[in-house]
């Protein structure tokens, strides 16, 4: 069974920075892609990023590319979520994503459905 564990959110001022973890059992991590996504108030889950098994390929919603950062570690089953220059808007909750069935980090920026999650992060930005 699949199990991710987020860890690293909070309150953050307007243009301070956060680095979420995302612990992961259950399977073979460095087999897998990873992703996060986020869903804040009111508003439907979208894709924030994602990376191959290998770490080798990454992928960002184009709205947050520069500002945020993914990567892992496969020695620690864990991938990360380096959030830089941070706004109001990024205020959501944050969730990490193992793929439920061989994919690729590239598919998973169009499929917000066919994953395993954690329980998500909160993380708010005030200005």
């Known amino acids: 069974q699949v199990q991710l564990v987020e860890s690293g959110g909070g309150l953050v001022q307007a243009g301070g920075s956060l680095r979420l973890s995302c612990a992961a059992s259950?399977?073979?991590?460095?087999?897998?892609?990873m992703g996060w996504f986020r869903q804040a108030q009111g508003k439907e889950r979208e894709f924030v990023a994602s990376?191959?098994?290998?770490?080798?390929?990454?992928y960002y919603a184009d709205s947050l590319k520069g500002r945020f950062t993914i990567s892992r570690d496969n020695a620690k089953n864990t991938v990360y979520l380096q959030m830089n220059s941070l706004k109001p808007e990024d205020t959501a909750v944050y969730t990490c994503?193992?793929?439920?069935?061989?994919?690729?980090?590239?598919?998973?920026?169009?499929?917000?459905?066919?994953?395993?999650w954690g329980q998500g992060t909160q993380v708010t930005v005030a200005s």
């Open positions: 259950g399977r073979t991590f460095s087999a897998y892609a």
């Open positions: 994503a193992s793929p439920n069935r061989q994919t690729t980090a590239q598919f998973m920026r169009a499929d917000t459905s066919n994953n395993y």
């Open positions: 990376i191959g098994g290998t770490g080798v390929a990454t």
